[in-house]
């Protein structure tokens, strides 16, 4: 009876939850029929898109690791040195040695000295123009001088204006006008007791030069430098009766640069000379040569090949010119060979600057030289560098001076056919920047002569040293010293010998007094050695010369 009663209860609840439904449904129906009521839409939010916040990076800093080892930092630094060829020259008995003791800082100066040979000297320098586009420098030296000697004076009065003027597309013009005129006295006659009038040995040359040359600063588009230039020299001497000479040098080098390691250079050189001599006919001296060559350069490896077809009054001969250098990585070391063929002018002025008391020459030769050689240099340390070389050279027409059978005071001029050499050179050098710097070079010669008896007037043996010191900054000390093995000479006797060596030791000192005042001592042949580089000709021996440099325009 409870069964039924329970389930009579479930099914009233479930007719009464169907009724209920039922109803609403009705009622729901009704209302979509009601058409009197206005239609609406009610909005109760606007939808706005967005994307959802990203979370960000965040890096938080470490400190470094510590490291105490210590780094070990190489450098391979190239050795800076300079690597000087010193070629001695003769010196003139009575010239005065230069006593400049560093390069000059000042654009302008004058200076002045007297001692007990010389008097007066001095020597001038200006300099002026823009200095970017155009540079002048008038130079002018004189002095006179007189030894102990009967007739034993000298004079220079020498004067040198020289430019540069920089033109548009990369061009430059530089030129130079000169004069210079030197006397000289033929002192050196035997036997002493021989009377001449003053004006009997007067000895005295003149010379007018001018030059003028074109170059481009930078490479054309093709890679070609250049630089022509015509240099013409006037020369003469006032004896009577007078001898002259005027020669003409024009020199047109070109360079084409094919990359970075080849290059090509051509160059033509014409050098006409027309000399007369008083008792004789006119005599005309030309030499003319073409000089095509090959350049190769590396880090390491330097050549130059070239064949210079040449004509020596209208003599053809082909000059070989063959150069290597090889150098170490580090740059400390230098291996070098030549095989090189060149002239040397015979001119009347080239023969007075070698010998200043020879008789004007009645013939003028070329000197045709074939030289080979081989050597090395490079330097021990920072500071040393040195360089050896030996050689041996033919030379063909070699003028040789020697002394006259009369009194033995002039020379003449002699040639020799082929003259044979055998060479040793050797130089060392200590330098230290700018402050100090020392060089020793010693020149060994064996000559062996074919058509001449002696080598006359060739020295055998020369060794020279050079010393600069700027001990503070305003105080400069130097010191030079030549010394030599005496030359073959034919004395009025006709007896051949070595003439006597010579021991020549020179020192100077110049400091500052004032911003523009200097003083300078000069003493030469500190042991009075009176030796003779020319025979019967000795020098003045020991003497002093001081003065003071005035310095402006800085």
């Not at 005065?96 to 001692?115: E, H, Q, R, T």
């Not at 020299?233 to 009577?240: L, Q, R, V, Y």
């Not at 050098?429 to 710097?437: A, L």
Request: proline letters at 4%; a neutral charge.
């Amino acid at each position: 009876m409870k069964i039924e009663k329970r389930l009579n209860q479930l099914n009233m609840m479930k007719g009464i939850i169907c009724f209920v439904i039922f109803s609403l449904l009705v009622c729901a129906n009704v209302q979509a029929q009601d058409t009197t009521k206005r239609k609406t839409i009610n909005i109760t939010s606007v939808f706005k898109p967005a994307l959802k916040n990203t979370a960000k990076l965040n890096f938080n800093a470490e400190a470094p690791l510590i490291d105490t080892a210590r780094p070990n930092l190489k450098y391979n630094l190239p050795v800076q040195f300079l690597s000087l060829v010193y070629q001695p020259v003769g010196l003139n008995p009575v010239a005065l040695p230069a006593d400049s003791v560093k390069s000059w800082n000042s654009d302008n100066y004058i200076k002045v000295g007297a001692g007990n040979v010389h008097l007066p000297y001095v020597l001038a320098g200006l300099s002026f123009g823009d200095r970017k586009n155009s540079f002048f420098n008038l130079y002018a030296e004189g002095y006179s001088s007189k030894g102990k000697l009967p007739f034993q004076e000298n004079s220079l009065l020498a004067a040198t204006i020289s430019g540069t003027i920089r033109a548009a597309n990369n061009l430059e013009w530089d030129g130079a006008l000169g004069f210079r005129g030197e006397g000289y006295y033929l002192y050196g006659f035997q036997p002493d007791t021989l009377k001449f009038a003053k004006s009997q040995l007067q000895q005295q040359f003149f010379t007018f030069d001018g030059r003028i040359g074109l170059r481009n600063t930078v490479p054309t588009i093709y890679g070609l430098t250049y630089h022509p230039n015509v240099k013409i020299a006037a020369f003469g001497e006032n004896n009577d009766p007078r001898s002259s000479e005027l020669d003409m040098v024009l020199n047109v080098p070109v360079e084409k640069t094919l990359n970075e390691h080849f290059a090509i250079d051509l160059g033509f050189t014409a050098d006409i000379t027309n000399y007369e001599n008083g008792n004789a006919a006119t005599i005309n001296n030309n030499l003319f040569l073409v000089s095509p060559a090959v350049v190769y350069h590396s880090d390491n490896l330097a050549l130059h090949i070239e064949m210079t077809p040449s004509w020596d009054q209208s003599n053809f001969h082909l000059l070989p010119n063959f150069r290597a250098d090889y150098t170490t990585d580090n740059k400390r070391f230098t291996l070098f060979a030549s095989l090189d063929g060149y002239y040397d002018k015979g001119s009347f002025k080239r023969f007075a600057g070698i010998n200043p008391w020879l008789w004007a020459p009645t013939n003028l030769l070329n000197t045709r030289v074939t030289e080979f050689f081989g050597g090395f240099k490079g330097s021990l340390s920072d500071h040393i560098s040195y360089l050896a070389k030996a050689g041996f050279s033919e030379s063909r027409n070699m003028p040789l001076f020697l002394n006259d059978s009369l009194d033995g005071k002039n020379f003449q001029v002699v040639y020799e056919d082929k003259l044979d050499a055998f060479s040793l050179h050797g130089e060392i050098s200590y330098i230290q920047g700018e402050d100090f710097n020392i060089t020793a070079a010693l020149t060994l010669n064996n000559y062996k002569t074919s058509s001449q008896y002696r080598a006359w007037g060739l020295l055998p043996l020369e060794f020279t040293t050079a010393m600069r010191w700027q001990i503070m900054k305003d105080l400069w000390l130097k010191a030079d010293l030549w010394a030599f093995q005496g030359a073959e000479w034919r004395y009025l006797n006709q007896s051949v010998a070595n003439g006597a060596g010579g021991f020549d030791l020179n020192a100077g000192v110049e400091f500052r007094i004032t911003r523009q005042l200097n003083l300078w001592l000069q003493m030469n042949d500190l042991f009075n050695d009176k030796y003779q580089r020319w025979n019967q000709y000795p020098v003045y021996g020991f003497n002093i010369l001081g003065g003071v440099i005035f310095t402006f325009g800085r």
